[in-house]
């Protein structure tokens, strides 16, 4: 199965219960996941300020998971690119 790494470089994540019953629903699968240490900051209404997640998206890219997954997309990823 693959290895999966979760982060949020955009928006907050708001329902925490969905998002902790999203990783388990992948690892029955038989998933390896990996969740990034800021996947539920929050800072105004994006998950951490800019410096935070684009650490985010370093730790992704230097990861070396089959799949870096956004927990949620919107305006706070373009913002940072």
């Known amino acids: 199965m693959a290895h ?3 982060f949020s470089p ?3 994540v ?3 219960t969905a998002f902790r019953r999203g990783i388990k629903r992948l690892k029955a699968q038989g ?3 990996e969740v990034d ?3 539920l900051a929050s800072h105004m209404r994006f998950a951490g300020d800019d410096t935070t997640r684009i ?3 370093t730790r ?3 990861s070396g998971a089959d799949v870096a997954l956004i927990s949620r997309g919107g305006y706070g990823l373009t913002r940072i690119l």
């Open 4 to 6: 999966i790494y979760i």
């Open 10 to 12: 955009s928006s907050a």
């Open 14 to 16: 708001r329902d925490k």
């Open 31 to 33: 998933h390896e996941v």
């Open 37 to 39: 240490e800021a996947a």
């Open 55 to 57: 650490a985010a998206i």
């Open 60 to 62: 992704a890219a230097a």
